[in-house]
């Protein structure tokens, strides 16, 4: 059974900056898509950035284009998202998640995902 392990998050002021990471141990990582998705309490959970298996496409939501940029290391079986200019409406809890090469747009919707992370909490204050 694959388990996907986010860290990196912590409590920050507003404008400061975190990465998050997501390790995938035994996974062949090359070959999925990947996302970061987050939940505020009392929200439905929403998209946030995703990249294609091989790296070379990204897609952001509007509301953190500019200021989040997610990458990926396939040889260390990893990605990032490193997160600057941190707003309080940045807050909630960051879910990592892969796809067998699944398209940017699949991944957007986060259905059909076939592994989630346990999810890392990130809390930015006024």
């Known amino acids: 059974q694959v388990q996907l392990v986010e860290s990196g998050g912590g409590s920050v002021q507003a404008g400061g900056s975190l990465r998050l990471s997501c390790a995938a141990p035994?996974?062949?990582?090359?070959?999925?898509?990947m996302a970061w998705f987050r939940q505020a309490p009392g929200k439905e959970r929403e998209f946030v950035a995703a990249?294609?298996?091989?790296?070379?496409?990204?897609d952001y939501a509007d509301s953190v284009k500019g200021r989040f940029t997610i990458s990926r290391l396939n040889d260390k079986n990893t990605s990032y998202l490193l997160m600057i200019s941190l707003k309080p409406e940045d807050t909630a809890v960051y879910y990592c998640?892969?796809?067998?090469?699944?398209?940017?747009?699949?991944?957007?919707?986060?259905?059909?995902?076939?592994?989630w992370g346990q999810g890392t909490q990130v809390t930015v204050s006024s």
């Open positions: 990249i294609t298996w091989s790296g070379d496409s990204t």
């Open positions: 035994g996974l062949t990582f090359s070959s999925y898509a």
């Open positions: 998640a892969v796809a067998w090469r699944k398209s940017i747009a699949t991944m957007a919707k986060g259905v059909a995902m076939d592994y």
